[in-house]
């Protein structure tokens, strides 16, 4: 079983030629809503590929709330971790993606960051039912680190997807994550080394192995996932297919991947080579969680 603490949004995503400079004023060529946020789309992907999941996080008291906290409970995802915060306006996210598949999005958090520690405590039973607990940094840093402590107390694995990327993540928080999954920017940002190849890959893996994780794993897009523990370390090659829209990419490799991993990580490769595929297809599709496979959905070779 899966608890997944962090952000849900309402997403719109609009669809455009390219992107408006400032000052300019464009037309898109499609408009439309749907769930997101990074800790709600792990959760859909962790779900949506076979396993128990629980979401901790927060909404407002607003339509928009209502409409995300229905959307996970239609995925049988377990909602009674989920605060609603009065006079707070749900978290929301502007995509903008180009007829090139780039995107541009900006976020307004409202609740994710009216959350807090008084509210994770309450959800103790939910982290000790898991296997896993996954986090991001799209909501506030004190509830993930309570959520962390609570976890590691409990003998449960952490992992920590460290986006958007903190120049400087708390050490208290590093030394209860048991795995941490940067994206390639996010590297850079918190090693400071630039990842072009799997030299300064494994430097880098190096560099966050000292800062006291275990387990490593770095996702490279089209070129697929790049993992590193104490006895072993490589990279498993992405799926070769034609992206579209690259939103929910990484929340889907790390949900996905989670729902295969057994607690003592010994099928790692194997369930990197998971989280490839079930993003490789996401890829293919607009939006955050309509683009997340199911398990059924995928074909192994
Ligand atoms: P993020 O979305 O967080 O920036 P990445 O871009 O590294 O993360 O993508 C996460 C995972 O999604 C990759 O490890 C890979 O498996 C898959 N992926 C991303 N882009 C592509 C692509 N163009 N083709 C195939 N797989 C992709």
Same mark, same amino acid.
């Given at each position: ?21 400032? $000052? @300019? ?38 339509? @928009? ?14 909602? +009674? ?13 502007? %995509? ?5 598949? @780039? ?6 958090? $409202? ?14 039973? !939910? ?12 909501? +506030? ?13 409990? $003998?449960?694995?952490? %992992? ?18 048991? =795995? ?5 920017? @996010? ?7 630039? =990842? ?25 897009? +089209?070129?697929?996932?790049? &993992? ?7 990279? =498993?090659?992405?799926?070769? =297919? ?15 991947? +989670? ?8 099928? !790692?490769?194997?369930?990197?080579? &998971? ?10 599709? &607009?939006?955050?969680?309509?683009? %997340?496979?199911?398990?059924?959905? !995928?074909?192994?070779?």
């Amino acid at each position: 079983a899966v608890t997944v603490i962090g952000s849900i949004n309402m997403d719109t995503t609009l669809r455009l030629t390219k992107m408006p400079k400032p $000052g @300019e004023t464009l037309h898109t060529s499609d408009i439309f809503h749907s769930g997101g946020g990074k800790g709600a789309n792990q959760a859909v992907a962790a779900k949506r590929s076979g396993a128990n999941t629980a979401f901790i996080g927060a909404v407002g008291d607003d339509n @928009e709330g209502a409409t995300l906290l229905d959307l996970l409970a239609k995925e049988q995802i377990d909602i +009674s971790g989920i605060s609603t915060i009065a006079d707070t306006a749900t978290g929301q996210a502007m %995509i903008m993606v180009d007829d090139a598949g @780039e995107n541009s999005i900006l976020i307004h958090a $409202g609740a994710n960051n009216a959350f807090h520690e008084a509210e994770v405590q309450q959800q103790k039973a !939910l982290i000790e039912n898991s296997d896993f607990l996954i986090a991001q940094f799209e909501s +506030s840093l004190d509830a993930t680190l309570a959520a962390f402590t609570l976890a590691k107390k409990a $003998g449960k694995k952490t %992992i920590l997807n460290p986006a958007p990327a903190l120049e400087t993540i708390p050490t208290e928080l590093l030394a209860q994550t048991d =795995v941490i999954i940067p994206n390639e920017t @996010e590297t850079e940002i918190i090693t400071g080394i630039e =990842v072009t190849d799997e030299a300064s890959l494994f430097q880098a893996a190096t560099a966050l192995h000292q800062l006291g994780i275990e387990t490593v794993i770095i996702t490279l897009g +089209s070129k697929g996932a790049f &993992y590193h523990t104490a006895t072993q370390h490589g990279i =498993v090659p992405a799926f070769k =297919v034609k992206a579209v829209d690259t939103t929910a990419a990484g929340d889907t490799f790390i949900g996905a991947l +989670s729902s295969q991993l057994n607690p003592d990580f010994s099928n !790692l490769p194997e369930a990197i080579r &998971y989280g490839n595929l079930a993003s490789s297809v996401a890829v293919q599709s &607009y939006g955050a969680q309509p683009s %997340i496979p199911r398990r059924t959905d !995928l074909t192994f070779e």
